[in-house]
């Protein structure tokens, strides 16, 4: 009997104490956990450990919650979260496929600077897919990026923006004009 307490109390060491509320605030919170991230979206409490977990969150096929976490991210100036949401208009990932609001988040994150913003506000420029058509706002965005040292950017800028460099002919069908 000895031995099954002991086996017992060693076990129950080792486990983490339930969180618990008092009048001083949370002891045990969980932490580095999906709960918690979520949490903090939720509280409108937003860091670069939650704007990454969006990723996993997409990745693992979790689109609302995932939409939920980027677009709080966004608004908190994330401009990485802010391409992430592109993505996720242009591939209908937890809403409907929306290449007007993919390119507008893409603009967004190209305004606030970002390098892959740019290029990709750049590209939806040249292809006029989700915002009118300018070839020469296209090429700017792109040569910033290329100049900010973002090597796709680079690759189609030596290849004459051609964009089959960066997306093959595999895409060619989405971009083409609907009328």
Known sequence: ???AICLLLCLAAGLPAAAET????????????????????????????TCAAGYLMTKSGRHGIARETFEACAAAGYTQAMTWMSYMDQNGLGADFDPDRAADWDRRAAEAGDP??????????????????DEAAGRR??????AAGLPIARRVQAAGYDLDEATPDADNWRYAPAF
Do not use: C, H, W
């Not at 009048?23 to 409108?44: A, C, D, K, Q």
């Not at 892959?116 to 058509?133: D, E, P, T």
């Open 22 to 49: 008092s009048e001083f605030g949370t002891t045990n919170p969980e932490e580095m956990t999906m709960n918690r991230l979520l949490e903090n979206v939720e509280n409108g409490r937003v860091d670069m450990t």
């Open 141 to 146: 965005l792109i040569d910033e990026a290329a």
């Open 116 to 133: 892959v913003g740019k290029y990709n506000y750049g590209v939806s420029l040249l292809r006029g897919f989700g915002v009118a058509q």
């Open 1 to 3: 009997m000895p031995r």
